[in-house]
């Protein structure tokens, strides 16, 4: 079946720094969304990504939707407390959505 | 003003017993999903249903029934639970189904979860 890399599992930064997270996948997707889990809760949509190529921002978040359509990243700019959690990315093809592992950021302060 | 919404947050029980979990969604919706979210953190769908309709269905035990009495409820019916039914059970929503098609704006919404513990 599909499946969706994410590594590594965790990262560790200091705030204020800027963290890059990747995602790929050996199918092609027509969609990729990427969702933020917080202790306790459900996944919280992001960024979702619409057409090969697109980049798009949200306040400190950057997405890109890879050229070949199998792959995504995730830019956080300026990291602070509050951006700890869990960080999925998910493709979107033909008719469910497939999740990554996840990476587990931790936030020094 | 609730979007998506489950109960119970949290359901405790023993081996063999029969439990529900309901979901609600207020955002006018036509397809909803049930995932099960494991110890590991993985997420996986389990059902869909659009407009009260079984559209997919994960290879989920049958001792696993969802039920749409309507397009703004999705419940969840488990049978003889067993030890490995233990997880996080996310209900989510989205305007249309999950098509991927290109372009088209169908995101998911989720829940906060039913953590399930089964003793």
């Known amino acids: 079946g599909q499946q969706l890399n994410q590594s590594p599992q965790s990262m560790f930064i200091q705030e204020g720094e800027d963290v890059s997270m990747n995602c790929t996948s050996s199918?092609?997707?027509?969609?990729w969304l990427w969702y933020k889990q917080d202790p306790g809760e459900g996944p919280v949509l992001l960024i979702a990504?619409?057409?090969?190529?697109e980049l798009t921002s949200n306040g400190r978040l950057t997405a890109q939707f890879g050229i070949t359509r199998k792959d995504s990243f995730l830019n956080i700019s300026a990291s602070i407390p509050s951006d700890v959690g869990i960080y999925f990315c998910?493709?979107?093809?033909?008719?469910?959505?497939?999740f990554g592992k996840g990476i587990t950021l931790s936030v020094r302060p | 003003d609730t979007a998506v919404s489950q109960t119970p947050k949290y359901l405790v029980t023993q081996m063999g017993n029969d439990k529900s979990i309901k979901c609600e969604q207020n955002?006018?919706?036509?397809?909803m999903y049930w995932y099960k979210q494991d110890s590991k953190k993985f997420l996986k769908i389990m059902f869909s249903?659009?407009?009260?309709?079984?559209?997919i269905n994960e290879t989920v035990p049958n001792r696993f029934s969802p039920k749409s009495p309507d397009k703004a409820h999705l419940n969840l019916h488990i049978n003889s639970l067993e030890l490995g039914d233990s997880a996080v059970y996310f209900c989510?929503?989205?305007?249309?189904?999950?098509?991927?098609?290109?372009?088209?704006?169908?995101?998911?919404?989720f829940g906060p979860g039913t953590r399930l513990t089964v003793l």
């Open positions: 989510a929503s989205s305007q249309t189904k999950a098509s991927g098609r290109v372009g088209v704006r169908d995101e998911q919404f």
């Open positions: 199918s092609i997707f027509n969609t």
């Open positions: 990504l619409y057409k090969a190529g």
């Open positions: 998910a493709g979107q093809h033909p008719s469910k959505l497939t």
């Open positions: 955002l006018g919706h036509d397809t």
């Open positions: 249903y659009n407009n009260k309709e079984l559209i």
